[in-house]
Nanobody
């Protein structure tokens, strides 16, 4: 089946940088939009950024100018480069993708397991 696996989370001081990666694997026919979400303690999961298969990116206002999303369509991977991190960026970050598997006639929404990002002040 289809799987999304994130990597790259960790602990960093405010002002530092982290790079999150997401790899999709399995019986993939095509990948449409890929996104990063995050969920802080006591808060709802929120969209951080998304990127279309054509490379068009969009960001939440809170991360504009600090985060950069990119993808490699040939490798079915996505990266979130996070710079100038703030304590309020602390959350579990989830990879999300709309993927059509080889066994399906329509795409479905898939989630990774999440990776913890902690920014200390």
């Amino acid at each position: 089946q289809v799987q999304l696996v994130e990597s790259g989370g960790g602990l960093v001081q405010a002002g530092g940088s982290l790079r999150l990666s997401c790899a999709a694997s399995g019986n993939i026919f095509s990948i449409n939009v890929m996104s990063w979400y995050r969920q802080a303690p006591g808060k709802q999961r929120a969209l951080v950024a998304f990127i279309t298969s054509g490379g068009r990116a969009n960001y939440a206002d809170s991360v504009k100018g600090r985060f950069t999303i990119s993808r490699d369509n040939a490798k079915n991977t996505m990266v979130l480069q996070m710079n100038a991190l703030k304590p309020e960026d602390t959350a579990v970050y989830y990879c999300n993708a709309v993927i059509r598997s080889t066994q399906a006639t329509s795409p479905a929404n898939y989630w990774g397991q999440g990776t913890q990002v902690t920014v200390s002040s």
